[in-house]
Each structure stands twice: as C-alpha cells, then as structure tokens.
C-alpha cells in the first residue's frame, strides 16, 4: 500500500467515525424524525380509510383526515379534559396512601414519610431546582409533541419528496432496492400502527370499566393510563397497571386483587381476542428480540428509545429480511410489509 492509499483509507475510517459520532450525538434529533414519521403514516391510514369507506376524493382525504383527528382530540379535552384532570390529580393524591398500604403488606412500613423527611430536608436550592427541572422536562416534552406532529404533517402532505430524497443518497444502481425497502417498511409500520392504537383504546375501555365495577377512585384516568402505556409492548401493560394495582390497596385487599385478575384478563382479551382480529397481517417479530429492542433502546436513548424500540424495531427487522436474508444471502423469506405477506400469530408480533 502506497502513501496514497494509506491516507485515503484513513480519511474514509474518519469520515465513518465522524459520521457516527455526529449520528449518536442527533439521536434524539433522529428519534423525533420517527416520531414524525408515525404520525404521517397515521394520517395516511386515516386518509385512506376515508378514501374507501366515506368515497372523499383522494385531494382532500388527508385535509379531512388532519382536521378530524384535530376536532376529535380537541372534543376529548373539551369534554373529559376537567373530570381526567381532577381524576389525575386524585390519582397522584392517593398514590403516597396506596404506597403505604402496599409496603405494609409486604412487612415493610410507611414509607411516604421517609421520603417526605427526604425531601424536607433537601437544600432548598437543590428543590428548586429539581422543580425546575421538572417544569423544563415537562415544556420539553410539550415541545417535542407539537414538533412530532407539525413535521408529520408536512411528511404526510408529501411523502414522495422526502422518500425520493432519502433513496438519492445512495447509488444509482440501489435506488430500486432502497425504494422497495422503505415501501415494505413504511407499510408494515402502518400495520403496527393501526392495529396497536385500536388496541389501546380497547384496553382503555375495558380498564375503565373493570376498574369502575370493582369501585376503584378515579377509574377513567387509570383506564386512560392503561391504555396509553399499552403502546409499549411487554413493558407497558405492566407499568400502566402498577397505578391501578397500588390505588387498588388502598381500597382494600380484594379490590386489590380482584384489580390484578381484570389487568390479567384485559391482556389476555387483547393477546388472544382483540389484536388477531384487527392485525391478521402484522409484523411477527420473535418476542424475545422485541423485548430486548425495548430494553436496548430505554438503554441507548432513555424515554424516546423505550417508546419508539418496538417500531424501530419492525423497520429493522423488515430491513435485514429483505435487504440482507433475501437479497445478500439468497435465502427464501417472507417480508412484511410486501404485497402477500401472510399473517402471523398474535403471539408472534406482540407481547
């Protein structure tokens, strides 16, 4: 090797190293670019159902589709935004009572008054601001939502513009295989997507209304909780039912339990019942890697990777199948996402 190659092979080592040092440094940049994404394969979903099933000519389904989901949200926050609020503020209330109950259960004591001492005793420079921290978490967060949804709908108005630019960065002569595999990918995200968010508010519903049969306070915000945290697979039944269960013990040892067995029943419902019938086609990704996607996203990229491991998660596995088991081994598979693709068992796709 010349002096010539050495030094152009060193800058290209560079050049990747800088590269995927300036990718991990936008990580939560690009996370919030996916987060987009999502939105406007949502939308699209949405403008075609309207497309199919109310005949909206095709130039104004995704307007109609946007100011729908817009009036329908606004409708939610208008007429459940002051009960879910109060309900949420009783939740929060009673969550120090319920900790207690459920630590003398297990032996342990009270334990809000600890904490409470700890945080009377904390500087209250330092309290002020952990606070503010807080706040600015909570703008943060606010922030980031209206960005997700404002560069989702400018994907969803023209996704072609942003698709065909994304496949110009690779060669020429990859511009068909890029091209197919962001299709099967954007496609099998839909298939998640549609199929997940019904299910959510099927969980939702039930929660809410196992919750306010067994007599548990606040029974439409825990429901609401349960359900939104349902978007995570694996994890997320599991912390959207620990609000319930503690506020459960405060009430008494049956509502407790009789709390546990409707979060049991409601998942099976949903595992064996809900979500067959409303994603014969879904992605089917082995349960143990799509629990350890989670884990290493909430690893990598804390809130954003635990909310978004799952459907990253989906276009990962659709690329490998297609771009390098089919395409660089050879080897036989079928593709999610494609045109054809079978179905697979529930079990398969979703915790």
Not at 58 to 70: C, G, P, Q
Not at 150 to 166: D, E, H, K, M, S
Request: overall charge neutral; some cysteine.
């Amino acid at each position: 090797m010349d002096d010539a190659q050495f030094v152009r092979k060193t800058l290209i080592v560079l050049g990747i190293a800088a590269l995927a040092l300036l990718l991990w440094k936008l990580s939560d940049v690009l996370l919030l670019a996916f987060g987009a994404v999502l939105v406007a394969i949502l939308l699209h979903a949405a403008s075609e159902a309207l497309e199919r099933f109310l005949r909206v000519p095709s130039r104004w389904s995704l307007t109609v589709a946007s100011l729908l989901i817009f009036i329908l949200f606004l409708a939610i926050i208008t007429l459940f935004g002051t009960q879910v609020r109060a309900q949420f503020s009783n939740v929060v209330e009673r969550l120090p009572s319920a900790i207690d109950n459920f630590s003398k259960q297990l032996g342990i004591g009270p334990v809000s008054d600890d904490l409470s001492e700890i945080v009377n005793n904390a500087p209250t420079s330092g309290m002020a601001a952990r606070l503010a921290g807080i706040g600015g978490a909570i703008l943060d967060g606010l922030a980031d939502f209206i960005l997700v949804v404002i560069a989702g709908l400018y994907i969803a108005a023209a996704p072609r513009v942003y698709r065909q630019g994304l496949v110009k960065l690779f060669p020429v002569r990859h511009h068909g295989r890029v091209e197919s595999s962001l299709q099967a990918s954007g496609q099998a995200l839909k298939l998640w997507l549609t199929s997940q968010l019904i299910a959510m508010a099927c969980v939702a519903v039930l929660s809410t209304i196992a919750f306010w049969l067994i007599g548990l306070p606040s029974a439409l915000a825990l429901g609401l909780i349960a359900g939104m945290a349902d978007f995570i697979p694996f994890l997320g039944p599991i912390l959207g039912a620990l609000p319930a269960v503690l506020i459960a013990f405060s009430v008494s040892g049956e509502a407790a339990l009789w709390t546990v067995v409707a979060v049991i029943a409601i998942q099976q419902i949903e595992g064996n019942v809900i979500f067959p019938m409303v994603a014969r086609r879904v992605i089917s990704i082995p349960p143990a890697l799509a629990l350890f996607a989670i884990l290493i996203g909430s690893v990598l990229f804390g809130t954003l990777g635990l909310i978004f491991g799952f459907p990253l998660a989906v276009v990962t596995y659709v690329l490998v199948k297609k771009l390098y088991v089919r395409e660089t081994l050879g080897e036989q598979t079928d593709v999610p996402g494609e045109p054809g693709h079978g179905g697979r068992r529930e079990a398969d796709s979703k915790a």
